[in-house]
């Protein structure tokens, strides 16, 4: 984000939130160069396939399973075909669930089908990519936004199902209990075209800024 346009927003921001004009001027600035420079490395696919793995597991767990599924293709990511070809013992000899065996198989059998266009998502709505990340099993809201601001870097996204935005939304408005996704929504609405910005901050308030891990490239699709 320019220098002038992230001004704008942040302008735009504290006239819209009296609440979060306090909060955006009682933490540290966010770097949205350094934000941009920590997002996941690799084409969307492996993203993806990295979300699953990383699913109620530690990063540390996440990344030895990662690391690998990597070392079976020579240090990257395999492509969707190639991710097909391995058998369920080859799964769980590299530390995946049933369950999440059936989440990427999916992912790959979407792509390759073209119902999930993942090489084209950059050119379609936030609506029709969260649309066509959602049909794959094991990929939910949660994933879809994550993939919107952090690699497509669209700036109206509020991940309203992520703990750590509910947790800063209650800090915000001092509520008695964890707001609720929908509540989330209806409080971020007034934040609108700025919700990936004040998201940044919500996180950094708490300091539970996601820290995005790299990602080997895989090969084109097949």
Not at 29 to 37: E, G
Request: glycine share 6%; charged share 30%; no cysteine.
């Amino acid at each position: 984000m320019a220098g002038s346009r992230r001004d704008r927003a942040l302008a735009d921001l504290k006239a819209s939130d009296r609440r979060l004009a306090r909060l955006i001027e009682s933490t540290e600035p966010i770097d949205t160069k350094a934000w941009r420079r920590a997002r996941p490395l690799g084409d969307p696919f492996s993203v993806l396939v990295y979300s699953i793995i990383g699913q109620q597991i530690s990063g540390y767990a996440a990344r030895a399973i990662a690391g690998r599924l990597q070392e079976r293709f020579e240090g990257r990511m395999p492509s969707p075909a190639e991710l097909l070809i391995l058998k369920p013992a080859d799964f769980r000899a590299i530390g995946f669930s049933r369950r999440k065996v059936e989440y990427v198989r999916s992912l790959a059998e979407h792509i390759i089908s073209g119902e999930l266009q993942v090489d084209h998502l950059d050119r379609l709505s936030d609506d029709e990519v969260r649309e066509q990340i959602t049909a794959s099993r094991g990929l939910g809201r949660w994933t879809a936004d994550m993939f919107l601001l952090i690699n497509l870097e669209r700036p109206d996204i509020l991940p309203i199902g992520d703990l750590g935005i509910r947790s800063a939304v209650q800090r915000l408005y001092r509520l008695d209990h964890l707001p609720s996704p929908r509540e989330v929504d209806a409080i971020g609405g007034k934040w609108r075209p700025n919700r990936s910005l004040a998201s940044l901050y919500l996180w950094a308030s708490g300091s539970a800024m996601p820290k995005p891990a790299k990602v080997a490239p895989t090969v084109a699709a097949r």
